[in-house]
């Protein structure tokens, strides 16, 4: 039976070839592997001697000249890049990131430039980080992490997509993002971490909230569905949702005719009706309406 053999893709599967190869005895100078190691080992000491020449202003055309022939000969061993492998791509488009990798097939492998290339794609919206490597003799690896959305923030210039670190990600193309949670503020990007676990905390009331409100760079006001409006304190945050958990369960106060709920006050509730409402709200102990 033929042995096959697994050869790497430009995307993240894998082709097989059937094509067998014959096992015979080759000269360690001539293997593959040496001449892979000689080509590097060769460009290397060049790249050093250069910084050398800068230094000492001797023979720079000469020493170019060898090591662009270096550089021809690793190319005709085969040395040039033929695949590129990605890891961890999800909403990077495949245009955007060999744009910013600024490969093209054929390219010498040994004078590419990883660091430059690192930077363009980590200056792409949704990479967080981004590693490169050489996979000898004809592959670049790329692995990506990619940043995570958890909010729609709004602005005074619409809504931005932000990630975990407060981040924003993109601007436009919002649709499929609806259903997280939106927050409004100048700081509450750089605090909605800290609000998520906190209505962690509740998933109940996770699930009822919509939208966060940063007041005064000090607190919370959330809304609920129905438009109720959820009061919390600077301070005791975690006490009061717990409050207003129990309060829900007690008295299904979600359901009401209710526009505010106030708990800046460690020991009640405060209950404000909705204007003109029909309903009467019914009074509860340690409430006020």
Known sequence: MKKLLARITEEDGLEVSDTPKRKRVVPVWRRPQTIILSAILAVSMLGGAATWVVKTGWGADVLSTVKWTAVKTSSELGLILEEVLVTGRGETSREDLLTALGVARGAPMLTYDFESAKVRVENLPWVRNAHIER????????????????????????????????????????????????????????RVGGLLELLETQPAVKAKVLAAIRVGGRRWDLLIEGGIDVRLPEDGAPEALARLAAFEMESGVFGRDVKVLDLRMPDRVIVRRVPNAVRKPQMVPGQET
């Open 135 to 190: 996979l000898l003799p004809d592959t670049l690896a790329v692995h990506l992490i990619e940043r995570q959305p958890i909010a729609l923030w709004q602005n005074q210039v619409g809504f931005s997509l932000i990630d975990e670190d407060g981040d924003v990600i993109i601007s436009a193309e919002l649709d499929q993002y609806a259903n997280l949670i939106h927050v409004v503020g100048d700081d509450a990007p750089n």
